[in-house]
């Protein structure tokens, strides 16, 4: 009887877990189904969505063709007023605008929301504005005559690869690249760009000689490719252009014929001013130039690099050019190689897949890079190779003042600029752990000698009271003596008062006992002399 009671406890207890348990389960299916359902292709949480190229409508203040501004050419552009305006609309929110201009930069303004911003400022051609907070509509408003080529807007997230987002020039280049044309660089120095600077993330800056504004009336779209082939070969710093004119010069004849011809119509003085300047303003760990023959003989190549070569002995010299010497200071350029050159040989390895580039090859990298300028590749027949004889990957170490090369890194016995500061920073991190340190020890001396000095004055403090203390008893007992002997002397005074008092008692009792004395005798004899008196009368009055 008592186990069947028990068993029907269990069972009540049984049921009452399960109507709990399945009382929780509805509970969590209802917060569950509350919950807001994941967007389709929505990105799993840590990890940024692709943004995408907006659908946009253009307006123009002053009517030019803003269809011009989204049909994907360079050839075309829109050329604006100082006071222009062009306003950007789209349906969907724009998390930035990406300008291509079609001349060059001058500061400009964009107005959106609340806020209006200035742009332009380091002269990007292609320049991607991400803007401080997503806006349906933006408004460029122009301060100087200038053209644009395209204008794209974007959502939010990950830009896609082919929007250029560029980094100011560098203040120090681990590696500046002279290049005397756009394309230059690609054909002839593509493996240091992609390999230095693409995958190994070197500082590599790229200066150009020439700038091809003026040479035709589309000569402008070579300095698009220019941007786009650097971009591709993953440059990220800004190049700077040192505005000669892209002047032709006749190849069919020598190096020195070339170059002869090639300083009628440069200056080459002003030429070598350009290039010690800019060797000064970059500070390259190492320089790479030009073949000195100009690869196949072009009088622009050749200048360029005689140029280099004539002033790299004297760009650590402040009297030579001293113009720009006061501006940036002095520099000697550690390494120095030249495409082609001869001696101290050098190949890249242009056939080891780069993991920056998705496993692509340096070779490849640069082949795809010179396919940015199909101006070039369509009319001049040049191709990257590293089989052929202008070779791209195949250097010689001019210059030197680090040693030659052991190995086939151009970077070899030089620190580049991060890695300086690296170790600067750990000796800035380690000067402030020194300093720290001794500060440390300063104020644990310093606490020492407090905590010293206040025993001191402690014991000091000690000794005064202890000595006011022995003062003080010296004192009491001292006034205590004193009042003994006050008190004994009182006391003395007393008694010698009372003996006095005593002995003048005495002294006054003596007194009058011998004056009662001597009057009694005095009586006596006064007594007997009248006895005898009477006596004698008494004897007389017998007779």
Request: include cysteine; hydrophobic fraction near 35%; glycine fraction near 6%.
């Amino acid at each position: 009887m008592l186990m069947f009671g028990e068993n029907r406890i269990l069972c009540r207890l049984r049921a009452g877990i399960l109507a709990a348990a399945g009382a929780v389960v509805m509970i969590l299916a209802i917060l569950l189904a509350a919950l807001p359902a994941k967007a389709e292709g929505e990105d799993a949480p840590g990890t940024e969505p692709d943004a995408t190229s907006l659908s946009i409508t253009i307006t123009e203040s002053r009517a030019v063709g803003a269809q011009k501004l989204r049909d994907g050419k360079y050839s075309t552009r829109n050329a604006y007023k100082t006071g222009d305006t062009i306003t950007i609309t789209s349906e969907q929110e724009m998390a930035g605008v990406y300008i291509q201009w079609g001349s060059e930069v001058k500061p400009y303004r964009l107005v959106y929301g609340g806020h209006e911003e200035t742009h332009g400022e380091n002269g990007f051609l292609h320049d991607y504005v991400k803007l401080a907070e997503r806006t349906k509509e933006v408004v460029i408003h122009l301060d100087s005559d200038m053209q644009i080529c395209e204008i794209f807007a974007y959502s939010p997230g990950k830009l896609p690869a082919d929007v250029q987002v560029w980094e100011p020039t560098l203040q120090e280049a681990d590696i500046l690249v002279l290049s005397t044309h756009a394309d230059d660089e690609i054909l002839f120095m593509g493996g240091v760009l992609n390999i230095y600077g693409g995958q190994e993330k070197y500082r590599v800056q790229v200066a150009y000689m020439c700038e091809h504004w003026t040479y035709s009336s589309s000569s402008h779209i070579r300095e698009h490719e220019r941007l786009d082939g650097l971009w591709y070969s993953g440059i990220r710093n800004y190049p700077i252009v040192m505005g000669y004119k892209d002047i032709f010069i006749n190849y069919n004849q020598p190096a020195d014929k070339a170059l002869a011809e090639a300083k009628k119509k440069y200056n080459f003085e002003n030429l070598k001013a350009s290039v010690c300047e800019t060797i000064r303003r970059f500070k390259p760990l190492v320089v790479v130039g030009h073949d000195i023959n100009g690869e196949y003989g072009h009088g622009g190549h050749i200048i360029f690099c005689a140029a280099l070569r004539e002033v790299l002995d004297h760009t650590a010299d402040p009297t030579f050019l001293p113009e720009s010497a006061e501006k940036y200071g002095v520099w000697d350029v550690p390494k120095t190689y030249l495409h082609l050159y001869g001696e101290n040989k050098l190949r890249l390895n242009m056939r080891e897949p780069l993991s920056e580039f998705g496993g692509m090859t340096s070779l490849e990298v640069a082949k795809g890079a010179y396919k940015k300028h199909a101006t070039q590749v369509s009319s001049t027949g040049f191709k990257v190779d590293d089989e052929y004889k202008h070779s791209v990957a195949n250097f010689g170490l001019y210059r030197t003042t680090v040693g030659l090369d052991t190995g086939n890194d151009m970077m070899e016995h030089v620190v580049n600029y991060a890695e300086q500061e690296r170790i600067a920073e750990e000796e800035r991190k380690a000067e402030e752990a020194r300093l720290a340190e001794e500060a440390r020890l300063a104020e644990e001396a310093r606490k020492a000698e407090e905590a010293r000095l206040a025993e001191e004055a402690r014991k000091a403090e000690e000794a005064r009271l202890a000595e006011e203390a022995r003062k003080a008893e010296e004192k009491r007992k001292a006034d205590e003596a004193a009042a003994k002997a006050e008190k004994k002397e009182t006391r003395n005074r007393r008694w010698t008062t009372v003996a006095c008092i005593a002995l003048a008692a005495v002294s006054a009792v003596v007194v009058c006992i011998c004056i009662r004395q001597h009057n009694r005798m005095k009586r006596k004899k006064a007594k007997l002399r009248s006895m005898q008196r009477k006596k004698r009368l008494a004897e007389q009055s017998m007779r």
